[in-house]
């Protein structure tokens, strides 16, 4: 029996892998959520999976292992981008599993990033690549997101939504004199479809935060930290801070 008093745990997913039977994965995945007493939402493409689920410490272990590792996925999950955190009451208020046709919306079929993504960026690296006079520094969220906090020097699309991200680039980015890009997200999930899309359009080099700002938050001490202010969740939570630490909502925020 886990501990009634524990904290709950959070799973943040997602992978881009070929799954063209999404629609038959829906209800088996449904079912076995439900059966962990999980809550959150999930979407399933045939483009690949995105998610956010709660629940007991040992039920969200259950859930990782049967995604990486059980029949449901039978091994297709094998590089699943998974992060964990706590939250002090259960943020979410019921189970979703929804079928989508991107799990994460761009609208550009030419941004395939089951075919080619830019390169990877470990958070022990992130501080050195972006301090180079070179390198443009690109936050690819929402611009609600980039005023609760951002790293120092990145610039702001100023997008509502992710399917904005391809006119801020025609309109704003140039292969021939961006020739290094630098991007990030919450998780790491759009910038994978983001860098889909300029390497796709000709730009040479484009590189991507790996977790996110979620993996930095967790990994980079604070004294060295290039962030500022706070990172914006999709759920009640609302806000984490370094160490992925929950801020408080009616606290006010650190300078």
């Avoid at 809550?39 to 990486?68: C, F, R, W, Y």
């Avoid at 929402?142 to 006119?167: H, W, Y």
Wanted: glycine content about 10%; overall charge neutral; hydrophobic content about 40%.
């Amino acid at each position: 029996m886990s501990d009634p008093h524990s904290a709950t745990k959070v799973a943040a997913f997602y992978q881009f892998a070929a799954l063209p039977d999404y629609r038959e994965l829906r209800e088996p995945l449904r079912a076995f959520c439900a059966g962990l007493k999980l809550k959150g939402s999930v979407l399933l493409a045939q483009e690949g999976i995105n998610g956010t689920l709660a629940g007991a410490p040992n039920a969200i272990d259950a859930l990782a292992h049967e995604l990486a590792h059980g029949d449901m996925f039978d091994g297709r999950l094998d590089n699943l981008e998974l992060k964990f955190s706590t939250a002090g009451a259960m943020p979410f208020g019921r189970l979703k599993v929804r079928l989508k046709k991107e799990i994460v919306t761009l609208g550009d079929k030419a941004a395939d990033p089951t075919r080619q993504v830019g390169t990877y960026v470990d958070a022990s690296e992130w501080n050195a690549l972006i301090s180079a006079p070179d390198t443009l520094l690109l936050d690819t969220r929402n611009a609600f997101e980039v005023a609760m906090g951002t790293f120092e020097g990145a610039v702001d699309p100023g997008i509502r939504s992710f399917g904005q991200f391809k006119d801020f680039a025609a309109e704003r980015l140039d292969p021939a004199k961006h020739r290094r890009i630098a991007m990030f997200c919450t998780g790491g999930i759009r910038c994978e479809k983001a860098s889909a899309h300029l390497l796709a359009r000709g730009f040479a080099e484009v590189y991507h935060l790996k977790g996110g700002i979620l993996r930095y938050l967790e990994e980079v001490p604070e004294a060295q930290s290039r962030w500022r202010g706070e990172c914006f969740v999709f759920d009640e939570r609302v806000a984490l801070g370094h160490g992925l630490r929950e801020r408080n909502k009616d606290a006010t925020r650190d300078e």
